[in-house]
């Protein structure tokens, strides 16, 4: 099986399990090796207090992204560690898109940088994941 069909096989595993991302309203768009970009759309229940989208939120968007996206080499991966900067809010209305990427790779550690857009693809968020991975795969 080529890396790019691995990928999408082990994404299918991922999405049919992912309950958290289904709740959010998250859709996964694309998935390839090292890859993935998920989108969401802001609700009225996501917003705060000062009427734009929860940073929470934003950071769940781009931590399912970046989740799909390590695990795509068939290693179970965790967070080991996440961060993210906020540049501009995210308004009630917007498609949110995360798209990741993996940036680093040693020993069992991978590193992806994922930018967070708005439908008129302007930057909203740039999040950072460290994965470690773990035992288990998730294909045969």
Same mark, same amino acid.
């Given at each position: 099986?080529?890396?790019?069909?691995?990928?999408?096989?082990?994404?299918? +595993?991922?999405?049919?399990?992912?309950?958290?991302?289904?709740?959010?309203?998250?859709?996964?768009?694309?998935?390839?090796?090292?890859? @993935?970009?998920?989108?969401?759309? +802001?609700?009225?229940?996501?917003?705060?207090?000062?009427? +734009?989208?929860?940073?929470?939120?934003?950071?769940?968007?781009?931590?399912?992204?970046?989740?799909? @996206?390590?695990?795509?080499?068939?290693?179970?991966?965790?967070?080991?560690?996440?961060?993210?900067?906020?540049?501009?809010?995210?308004?009630?209305?917007?498609?949110? #898109?995360?798209?990741?990427?993996? #940036?680093?790779?040693?020993?069992?550690?991978? +590193?992806?940088?994922?930018?967070?857009?708005?439908?008129?693809?302007?930057?909203?968020?740039?999040?950072?994941?460290?994965?470690?991975?773990?035992?288990? #795969?998730?294909?045969?």
């Amino acid at each position: 099986m080529n890396r790019q069909a691995l990928a999408e096989r082990i994404a299918a +595993v991922i999405e049919r399990e992912d309950r958290a991302s289904r709740l959010l309203g998250m859709k996964l768009l694309e998935v390839g090796p090292g890859r @993935a970009r998920l989108s969401m759309r +802001v609700s009225g229940e996501m917003v705060n207090g000062q009427k +734009v989208c929860h940073g929470g939120l934003i950071f769940s968007l781009a931590d399912s992204s970046f989740g799909y @996206a390590c695990n795509t080499h068939n290693q179970r991966a965790l967070a080991a560690s996440c961060s993210i900067d906020f540049l501009a809010p995210a308004q009630l209305g917007d498609e949110l #898109t995360a798209a990741a990427q993996e #940036t680093a790779h040693a020993g069992r550690t991978r +590193v992806y940088d994922v930018r967070v857009t708005n439908q008129a693809g302007e930057l909203i968020a740039l999040f950072r994941g460290k994965s470690a991975a773990v035992k288990g #795969t998730w294909v045969e």
